[in-house]
């Protein structure tokens, strides 16, 4: 988690932390007091500890060491707002976040107003490169929350049986790109992988190294829900053939039988969206799908998913953005991958284990928060993020 470059002047960043704070709390401004606070799952942070957060980021990673004579808006918010930064200290059960009915929605706002007015005056000065490495870090952490925020926030609506809408002229779900069809072919080679050093990375993306890739095919198109639809009336959830054993599991366990959010009424399908439920448009691409899912329909399709090595080297080369695509590699560190000291230190490397790599961006990431050597990463059950499929062979 790296700033490799201080291209940005002292204004600039200055106004890019006012942007990015405003494009959170617009995100948040369809909401009612009553959507701030509800927490259904484990995986789904509140909207209210959400922008808690983000701003604890600002308090405690470069106010409170970096602004002489800070002082904090609230001490016990250390506690309240810390994710899971054992370097900090203690910090509220990750399963209990929706039970903090206080400090209240105002409370939280006023806490925010507090540390803006505070960074603004330490970003009106001049900043040493470490602290302006630190802010980037943080304006990047927020923008990862305000994806969070919608997939989170989608996942909560979506537990009531009102179907609610959060905005009527939201529904980026049914968004689709331009039909592309066939697959890209890539010559076996040597290839470049890896972040190259100019602007800024998370660290999980340091360490660029060469890796050798026989000849494959990369499909320039994400598969629809059209396409899915074959794989479910093909009896793709009942053909215990096509799945990892974990998969299978997963599947007879939590009673499967459909990505997340479909539902039917007769012949009909139907998704819920962040703008109510709808109509399940063929032509979009399939979202909400579990690892599982993704790697029992490539299966089904006689394809398979690209390593995310194959995904890099390819990614000039097909468009994407649409959703996070899931690909066959483990989420592991690179060679010559260095964990920072400290806090920073527990950004990523911590939870290089169990978990599978997407590559690429979402209709719910923010813009310019998206580049080929970006690594997301998720337990291969999770599905509330906007993931979707891209077949190899």
Avoid at 1 to 27: C, G, I, P, S, Y
Avoid at 52 to 60: G, R, V
Avoid at 130 to 144: D, K, Y
Avoid at 254 to 282: K, M, Q, S, V
Wanted: with cysteine.
């Amino acid at each position: 988690m790296t700033a490799t470059n201080a291209k940005k002047t002292e204004n600039d960043l200055r106004q890019h932390f006012k942007d990015v704070r405003a494009a959170t709390e617009a995100l948040c401004a369809p909401l009612e007091i009553e959507d701030y606070v509800p927490q259904p799952v484990t995986d789904v942070s509140p909207p209210k500890w959400n922008i808690a957060h983000t701003t604890w980021f600002f308090e405690e990673m470069i106010l409170k060491p970096f602004a002489p004579g800070y002082e904090v808006f609230d001490p016990r918010y250390a506690f309240l707002f810390n994710s899971y930064y054992n370097n900090v200290g203690a910090r509220t059960r990750r399963d209990r976040r929706g039970a903090l009915s206080r400090p209240t929605v105002k409370e939280v706002y006023d806490y925010r107003r507090h540390v803006d007015a505070k960074m603004d005056e330490l970003l009106a000065g001049e900043l040493s490169p470490e602290v302006a490495a630190l802010v980037v870090l943080g304006l990047n952490h927020e923008q990862q929350h305000q994806e969070l925020f919608l997939t989170d926030f989608k996942f909560i609506l979506g537990q009531n049986p009102l179907f609610p809408v959060y905005r009527e002229d939201f529904a980026i779900e049914e968004r689709s790109g331009p039909r592309a069809d066939g697959f890209v072919e890539m010559p076996a080679g040597v290839y470049e992988i890896g972040h190259p050093g100019d602007g800024f990375c998370f660290d999980n993306e340091l360490g660029r190294h060469r890796v050798f890739l026989h000849d494959y095919l990369i499909r320039r198109a994400l598969v629809t829900n059209a396409e899915y639809l074959e794989f479910i009336e093909d009896g793709g959830y009942r053909d215990f053939n096509l799945w990892h054993s974990e998969g299978w599991d997963w599947v007879t366990q939590n009673e499967i039988d459909a990505p997340l959010y479909w539902d039917r009424e007769g012949d009909e399908r139907f998704a819920f969206t962040l703008a109510g439920r709808r109509p399940l448009r063929p032509e979009a691409p399939v979202c909400h799908v579990s690892f599982y899912e993704a790697a029992a329909f490539a299966e089904w399709k006689g394809a398979r998913l690209a390593t995310e090595f194959e995904w890099e080297a390819a990614a000039a080369r097909f468009d994407y953005g649409l959703r996070w695509e899931w690909t066959n590699s483990a989420y592991l560190p690179y060679p010559f991958f260095k964990k920072a000291p400290g806090a920073v230190g527990e950004y990523n490397g911590k939870f290089m284990v169990n978990q599978m790599v997407l590559r690429g961006a979402s209709v719910a990431t923010p813009a310019g928060h998206s580049r080929p050597t970006y690594r997301n990463f998720f337990h291969p059950h999770l599905r509330w993020q906007f993931t979707g499929i891209r077949l190899a062979k």
